[in-house]
């Protein structure tokens, strides 16, 4: 079933991880690296284009997305699971494809100047080099390894335009088929709220943290927003303007649409709606919670394991690196 091609993704270690993180992307890893032959990347390059100043968390947050990665169940035999500076060649590339990636391309991202506003005031200046050039880099991310394929969320589809528009233009210059055009994985995105309807955000405070245990999941759980009209038990509820329900809807997929006509009819309590969505989150998350604490004690492991994909990464981009210079005449 490895036969549906090769994929490349990355995801940028920026701090606690959370369960909307989880079931946006890394979920659909999981199932994926069972169809396809994936390289993942934790791409801490990237995380230097907005957050250079302070590294004083980076190590740290690499090891601690290593651990989420492998608690979540991703394979480090199956798959290539490495750190994207642990591979010079992620450098080398951008600096080569930057040679003729026009400035207009890069300028009409539409996130780009999007998140150099969100963060003016804050102490993060964007206005720099690296940070254009942040789809630059995830081109080569992506070509290093010629992948076919690439799981994205949204936010992401206008970065692998680009890629694909790098792609069609390299191959058409140094008039020799180098790289395949990769193509967006879709898959259904479940989009989970935070626990105040917002969107799940660390700047916000209305995270689960995946991991989360028994005891934090309860915490988080017993705070998210119902809806604000219900007082009594009896009053009837609208589960459309409810958290508890939005979640309900994804963890327990079988009672959801009792409990909504339920609490509609005035016949279960919030407390109860609540404890019960609690109980089905912590049957699906109680083995990550487990793994997560024993990969956490295991510090030695998981530098094993990234140093090990390392290696093998660093074998398909010395190859690939061999090819790209060849075709552009580098000696
Ligand atoms: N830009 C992606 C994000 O923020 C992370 C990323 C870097 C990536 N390189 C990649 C994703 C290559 C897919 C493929 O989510």
């Not at 890394?26 to 934790?42: A, D, G, K, P, T």
């Amino acid at each position: 079933m490895m036969n549906k091609g090769r994929i490349f993704s990355g995801m940028q270690p920026s701090g606690r991880f959370h369960l909307g993180n989880y079931m946006g992307a890394l979920e659909n890893w999981v199932r994926l690296q069972h169809e396809y032959e994936c390289f993942f990347s934790i791409v801490d390059l990237h995380a230097l284009t907005s957050s250079y100043a302070d590294t004083s968390k980076l190590q740290e947050n690499v090891m601690e997305m290593a651990i989420d990665w492998l608690s979540a169940g991703l394979d480090p035999e199956k798959n290539v699971i490495f750190v994207q500076s642990h591979v010079k060649e992620h450098a080398e590339l951008a600096l080569l494809l930057g040679m003729s990636t026009p400035l207009g391309w890069l300028e009409r991202v539409p996130t780009y100047k999007d998140k150099i506003r969100d963060l003016e005031g804050t102490n993060k200046d964007l206005h720099t080099y690296g940070f254009l050039g942040y789809p630059v880099l995830m081109a080569a991310d992506i070509m290093l390894y010629k992948a076919t394929c690439v799981p994205v969320g949204e936010d992401q589809s206008a970065h692998l335009e680009l890629t694909r528009e790098i792609v069609r233009r390299f191959n058409y210059m140094y008039k020799k088929e180098v790289f395949p055009e990769p193509q967006a994985v879709y898959s259904k995105a479940k989009v989970l709220p935070g626990i105040d309807g917002r969107k799940m955000s660390k700047s916000y405070g209305n995270t689960i943290p995946f991991g989360a245990s028994p005891e934090e999941l309860w915490q988080q759980v017993r705070m998210m927003t119902t809806d604000p009209k219900r007082i009594k038990k009896t009053d009837p509820g609208d589960p459309e303007v409810c958290i508890v329900y939005q979640f309900q809807k994804v963890f327990n997929t079988e009672e959801a649409n009792d409990i909504a006509a339920k609490c509609r009819a005035g016949e279960i309590g919030c407390v109860q709606c609540k404890k019960c969505l609690a109980e089905k989150m912590n049957c699906m998350l109680a083995d990550i919670h487990l793994k997560r604490e024993e990969l956490s004690k295991k510090p030695e492991y998981i530098k094993e394991v990234l140093e090990y994909g390392g290696k093998r990464a660093r074998v398909e981009a010395e190859k690939n690196m061999a090819e790209i210079k060849a075709a552009m005449n580098i000696w």
